[in-house]
């Protein structure tokens, strides 16, 4: 069965706390993606990687971290710098020819994140 | 800034009828375009993809590009209440990055 899958599907995080977000996928795609979702709003770009052991900052990266140790995993660290982040993340993952033909992404099920 | 602009809606549709969702974008070099539909509360699932301009069918949606007007649409025939989502338009960046419009919500009332 190809796919993403993200866990936890809840979290609830205390003030001052670190949390990570799981993000594995076995559809052998190069490039991952990490983005957040506000209620009512569009997808906003987090990180991305395209290799292992590289990746790149998006739009929104500050008070969050990634690592890319291997091609099926993109864990997101929300830390306790960022100091709003309750939302809905996403994660994703697409084919990489730079062409940028066949480079749909596919998302996994979310994580909804919540500060107590 | 690129940007990808849609109505944010909602668009009002009765079943059986063609929905019609509109988006475009201001960066000339995109090359490929997507349309994602996203139900409450889930992820966005991969709907359409178009490429080229013109016309793409697939079932009951078809995907319209016109490069020239920056302009992508998504057309619903027959609509049904399963369609009722916010579709998201995006467009290919440059770098890996796909932009996202920030959805057009949709409800095929009954």
């Known amino acids: 069965d190809g796919g993403i899958t993200q866990s936890p599907k809840y979290l609830f995080r205390k003030e001052g706390q670190n949390v990570t977000l799981s993000c594995e996928q076995n559809?052998?795609?190069?490039?991952m993606y990490w983005y957040r979702q506000d209620p009512g709003q569009g997808l906003r770009l987090i990180y991305y990687?395209?290799?292992?052991?590289?990746?790149q900052k998006g739009d929104i990266a500050e008070g969050y971290s990634v690592s890319r140790e291997k091609k099926e995993s993109f864990p997101l660290t929300v830390t306790s710098a960022q100091k709003n982040p309750t939302a809905f993340y996403l994660c994703?993952?697409?084919?990489?020819?730079?062409?940028?033909?066949?480079?749909?992404?596919?998302f996994g099920p979310g994580t909804r994140l919540t500060v107590l | 800034q690129k940007e990808v602009e849609q109505n944010s809606g909602p668009l009002s549709v009765p079943e059986g009828a063609i929905a019609s969702l509109n988006c475009t974008y201001s960066?000339?070099?995109?090359?490929?375009f997507f349309w994602y539909r996203q139900y409450s509360g889930k992820s966005p699932e991969l709907i359409m993809s178009?490429?080229?301009?013109g016309d793409k069918e697939d079932g009951r949606f078809t995907a319209q590009l016109n490069k020239a007007s920056q302009y992508v649409s998504l057309l619903i025939r027959d609509s049904q209440p399963s369609d009722s989502a916010t579709y998201l338009c995006?467009?290919?960046?440059?770098?890996?990055?796909?932009?996202f419009g920030s959805g057009t919500r949709l409800s095929i009332r009954p």
């Open positions: 994703a993952s697409s084919m990489e020819t730079g062409t940028g033909s066949y480079n749909e992404q596919f």
């Open positions: 559809l052998n795609h190069d490039a």
């Open positions: 990687s395209q290799i292992v052991n590289d990746f």
């Open positions: 960066d000339r070099v995109s090359q490929s």
């Open positions: 178009i490429y080229s301009n």
């Open positions: 995006a467009a290919y960046s440059s770098a890996s990055k796909i932009i």
